[in-house]
């Protein structure tokens, strides 16, 4: 059985940081893409960042470009999201995925097959 599940959300003051992370079990991470999305109330889910099946290569999104980092721990199976900087406009519910997108799919929430349950991240003072 296939078992994403996030922890590290909170709350935390605007400039702060978190980290998430994304203990994965029943598949392997080295064969899978990997990502992280977000949704706020009302809106869509949104790409986050992502790193693909092979490589070091990884991706943002603008919003987040420069304040967040991806990295993955092959060894431990397990997906991490650094924030540093939040801002009250990243609160939302943060999810990770897996799944084998090519490079023109990424971003896109049905290019991943695997979905954890989400972990809560709000940013207020």
């Known amino acids: 059985q296939v078992q994403l599940v996030e922890s590290g959300g909170g709350l935390v003051q605007p400039g702060g940081s978190l980290t998430l992370s994304c203990v994965v079990s029943g598949l392997s991470l080295r064969d899978y893409g990997t990502a992280w999305f977000r949704q706020a109330p009302g809106k869509e889910r949104e790409f986050v960042a992502a790193r693909r099946q092979s490589g070091a290569n990884t991706y943002y999104a603008t919003a987040v470009e420069g304040r967040f980092t991806i990295s993955r721990d092959n060894a431990r199976n397990t997906l991490t999201l650094q924030m540093n900087n939040l801002q009250p406009e990243d609160t939302a519910v943060y999810y990770c995925?897996?799944?084998?997108?090519?490079?023109?799919?990424?971003?896109?929430?049905?290019?991943?097959?695997?979905w954890g349950q989400g972990t809560q991240v709000t940013v207020s003072s």
């Open positions: 995925a897996a799944g084998r997108p090519i490079l023109s799919t990424l971003r896109r929430a049905d290019a991943y097959t695997r």
